[in-house]
């Protein structure tokens, strides 16, 4: 009898407790049908735990995620707590889990899925088949390095500046995240930076490339130009699998390649930290790309199906049980070729339910 999977639930703010209730009933499903059996806990986050505890995360929370196995995210924040200062807002909530438990590489998927795609759109041919993961690293680069400020010279006018800074561990470790999933898709890893005009572009390219060479020859590597890959994103994206970019460029190109799926509601994320080499344990926070949504929470017609598939990732991911995931998006993809729609894709001529009823449906197709 294999170990129960730890799996902490925080559902946070907004829509995230409406649309974690879905999951739930798809995780009582797996346990009942699959045998699966999950050991979970649920915890405080964002304006959740400010209200309850008065912090965004408080301690506790930081303690049941690094014992679980992974962490199954809501979403957080809201205008309750708009007007906090900045250091005591909900959105640190996730910032200090990603922090704590080192996750470094963020997985953003961006898969069309043929019943989506309006056949009348100019774009439908070219977004017909995109199955692209963008890997952005998630923890270094420009929006960390130092030194990094506004100063006021002499003459008084202000400079900005904000450094670039990659050590080559960093890049070899998400690198290999790339690889490795690669390897579980088409084997192609497209390498973005401006090795052109940037040192740590450079340095970036040098790396990615040495580990392919030693690690990954089975994989096909390609090296591009973020300012070309975003063009091509745009007119040719069905040429992608797997996109390998610093945490700037895969920030940008992430969001790119969502707009080209059409629907926030529809999008998971997931994001890993290194494996501890002596438990062979590595630290996984899923979440929908969508944040908590106050205009419509409470109303029940929020899409539960980026929270359901973010799920359908951390079973991949952290439990490895792939056939259970690809199970999951097959459901869910069954329910929206049925004519099931949420408000947030909804087309002419199909079914509009809300958050419940999606759920539902997906479990029925399960
Ligand atoms: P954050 O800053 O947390 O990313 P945000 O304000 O940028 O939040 P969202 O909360 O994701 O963005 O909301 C953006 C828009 O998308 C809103 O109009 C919201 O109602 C809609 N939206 C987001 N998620 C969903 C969902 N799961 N189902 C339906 N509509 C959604
Ligand atoms: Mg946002």
Redesign the pocket.
């Known amino acids: 009898m294999p170990a129960n999977k730890k799996l902490l639930i925080l559902p946070g703010d ?2 995230g407790p409406e ?1 974690m209730r879905e999951v739930r009933r798809v995780i009582d499903w797996m346990s009942r049908r699959r045998a699966i059996s999950f050991d979970m806990e649920e915890g405080l986050v964002g304006g959740a735990a400010i209200e309850a505890e008065g912090s965004p995360c408080p301690d506790a929370t930081v303690e049941k995620a690094m014992a679980a196995d992974a962490v199954l995210f809501g ?1 957080v ?1 809201g205008p309750r707590w708009d007007s906090l200062p900045f250091d005591k807002r909900p959105e640190l909530g996730i910032l200090r889990l990603r922090k704590d438990l080192g996750l470094f590489a963020n997985l953003r998927p961006a898969l069309v899925l043929d019943a989506l795609v309006d056949a009348s759109s100019l774009k439908a041919d070219i977004v017909r088949g995109v199955d692209i993961m963008v890997v952005r690293e998630s923890t270094g680069g420009v929006y960390f390095g130092e030194p990094r400020g506004v100063e006021i010279l002499p003459d008084g006018k202000r400079r900005g500046f904000d450094t670039d800074v990659y050590h080559e561990d960093e890049i070899a470790r998400v690198a290999r995240v790339a690889f490795d999933l690669a390897r579980k898709r088409r084997r192609k890893v497209t390498s973005v930076e401006k090795a052109n005009v940037m040192q740590s572009g450079r340095l970036w390219r040098a790396v990615v490339g040495e580990i392919h060479k030693a690690e990954y020859a089975d994989v096909e590597l390609e090296n591009m130009y973020a300012d070309n890959c975003a063009m091509q994103l745009c007119s040719r994206p069905k040429q992608f699998d797997v996109i390998l970019g610093n945490n700037l460029f895969g920030d940008v190109l992430s969001d790119l390649a969502a707009a080209l799926t059409g629907s ?2 529809m999008l998971p994320s997931a994001t890993l930290g290194a494996v501890d080499p002596v438990t062979g344990k590595r630290h996984a926070l899923y979440e ?1 790309i ?7 929470a409470g109303k029940g ?4 199906l ?1 929270q359901i598939l973010s799920f359908a990732m951390l079973l991949r991911w952290s439990f490895a049980l792939d056939e259970d995931a690809t199970l999951l998006e097959t459901a869910v993809a069954k329910v929206l070729a049925g004519g099931l729609r ?3 894709i909804m087309q002419q001529g199909m079914a509009r339910v809300g958050t419940s009823v999606m759920g539902e449906a997906v479990v029925r197709e399960l």
């Open positions: 907004g829509i649309v979403s924040g926030l509601g929908p969508h944040g908590s949504a106050p205009d419509i017609i929020a899409n539960p980026a949420t408000a947030d």
